[in-house]
């Protein structure tokens, strides 16, 4: 009896061993890089749990709104000068390790003498060869799947495109322009057509870059970076101790900060993945994309109001666009006159609040606690599952498609929206937990809680506050002026505390 039981133990130790080898060797550090993650990695990502609707016979989509990222991007001047100054200290701690007498037998190869990819450049931040591939096939993917929607001729009031100011979005909208409208014109062999790419100012953008004109949002990710950085050390100085002993150099909490944001360039950019990301294991790479998480979910996502909130601006723009397109579509315009697609090209700071906006990746229950403007708690920490991912909500190219339906068999709705995020249906807890929705119930539990908030007042409270203020002393200089015995009658009114 001992004996087949210590046989069975055996065999599980074997099974459990075997699937532990089996999930670490097919283990891909391109799924879980957060916001960094490249978009044909995690695009094909599915929640298993959920059945997309099937879209009833007889509707036919009249109206499609893409708000999507730009694509992947090499790193900004900044962070390449920080991988600069990594490669310095990864030299002094080579050579106190060799004054030590170690042998180096445990330190890669690849961390002798190693140099940042991007030295000695001095520009950074722009869109990068795989970015334009993602956001082209991205415009020929759409075509392909909705022909009826861009079987017109190309007209910029009928497909408007706009980008933000920042070069990597005008030039992902170019990409992906270039991919909508292939073999549509007469330029060249590749039959390209020219387009309009329109851009606010950044100064004033507050549909695109209102995280960048809203500036109680600025002062609030001031205040709250500290606070951020502090969630984050644990798991930080717990890496930085286990690399420490595994490779016999004193790494810092820096270092091990700046080895992660190099494994995600190399990854994601470069497609390298056995140096940096080779530093971690699977486990310690899961918590280190759970730190990115905290940060984009308390900085950018659910983790405030006013995060989201801000974006109502934009909100207001997308629900007023198929609006119009269902009063042409009753008042039966010639096609060719109005419009039928609104593509606009960001950043994960736009497309982040904007899927908060609309409620998705979260519970029922959740959806409830925001619309009563209840905190949600943080993200879970590994090994526990959890629906905010950034490599899921906003990785490079990432998207939202709100396509507005027109149903006419349909006896009580005529006009249905459906939300696709990187492409697939998502369902909304607004509107039951489908991803088919009345564009009426659409409008009434998603978007009008939102609209209470004016975008002015949510951003500029201080700023209407000082103006009041010195309208009121305006006002208390001239009458003492006009009348000087004012001064003294309200002087004596004074209580004193």
């Keep these: 009896m001992k004996?087949?039981?210590?046989s069975s133990m055996l065999i599980l130790c074997v099974l459990l061993l075997?699937?532990?080898n089996d999930a670490v060797q097919n283990f891909d550090v391109r799924h879980h890089l957060s916001t960094v993650s490249r978009y044909d990695f995690v695009k094909g990502v599915v929640d298993k749990n959920f059945v997309?609707?099937?879209i009833p016979d007889g509707c036919t989509p009249i109206h499609l709104n893409l708000v999507a990222r730009h694509g992947t991007r090499a790193p900004t001047k900044k962070r390449m000068r920080e991988l600069e100054r990594l490669a310095d200290h990864l030299e002094v701690l080579i050579r106190e390790a060799?004054?030590?007498?170690?042998?180096?037998q445990k330190v890669p190869g690849w961390l002798q003498g190693w140099t940042s990819p991007w030295q000695g450049k001095l520009k950074g931040g722009e869109l990068i060869g795989k970015g334009e591939d993602e956001l082209y096939d991205l415009g020929i993917r759409i075509r392909e799947k909705y022909p009826d929607l861009f079987s017109e001729e190309y007209h910029p009031d009928v497909y408007p495109i706009k980008a933000t100011q920042v070069p990597r979005a005008s030039a992902s909208a170019v990409a992906f322009g270039m991919g909508l409208f292939k073999e549509r014109g007469t330029l060249g062999p590749g039959r390209h057509r020219a387009f309009a790419v329109t851009s606010e100012?950044?100064?004033?953008?507050i549909k695109l870059r209102f995280h960048d004109c809203c500036d109680n949002y600025k002062d609030f990710r001031i205040s709250q970076a500290p606070a951020v950085e502090r969630l984050k050390e644990p798991i930080l100085d717990e890496i930085t101790s286990s690399i420490a002993r595994r490779y016999e150099l004193n790494f810092t909490r820096q270092d091990v900060s700046s080895l992660w944001f190099l494994c995600k360039q190399e990854a994601s950019l470069l497609d390298i993945t056995d140096q940096a990301c080779g530093l971690f294991s699977p486990s310690e790479v899961a918590l280190l994309e759970w730190t990115d998480d905290?940060?984009?979910?308390i900085l950018k996502g659910y983790g405030k109001s006013l995060n989201y909130r801000m974006g109502v601006p934009l909100l207001e723009d997308i629900v007023q666009s198929m609006e119009q397109a269902i009063q042409a579509k009753e008042e039966k315009h010639t096609p060719g006159n109005y419009e039928k697609a609104r593509l606009r090209f960001a950043h994960a700071e736009t497309v982040i609040p904007f899927t908060c906006l609309l409620g998705l990746f979260l519970e029922r229950s959740e959806f409830q606690q925001i619309q009563k403007e209840e905190p949600l708690a943080l993200?879970?920490?590994p090994p526990q599952s959890r629906n905010w991912r950034g490599s899921i909500l906003a990785p490079f190219t990432g998207n939202n498609m709100l396509v507005l339906y027109s149903c006419p068999a349909n006896s009580s709705d005529k006009y249905f929206i459906q939300v696709l995020h990187n492409e697939r249906p998502t369902p909304m807890p607004g509107c039951n937990g489908t991803d088919f929705c009345p564009f009426d119930v659409f409008k009434e539990r998603i978007v009008a809680p939102h609209l209470k908030y004016d975008y002015n007042t949510l951003c500029n409270v201080q700023t209407e506050q000082a103006i009041h203020k010195s309208k009121t002393s305006k006002l208390s200089l001239l009458l003492r002026w006009l009348f000087p015995r004012w001064n003294d009658d309200t002087q004596s009114h004074k209580v004193e505390l």
């Design 201 to 205: 100012s950044r100064a004033s953008d």
């Design 52 to 54: 997309p609707s099937e």
């Design 294 to 297: 905290l940060e984009v979910f």
């Design 379 to 381: 993200p879970p920490k």
């Design 18 to 20: 075997t699937h532990l």
């Design 98 to 104: 060799k004054e030590k007498g170690s042998s180096l």
């Design 3 to 6: 004996k087949a039981t210590a």
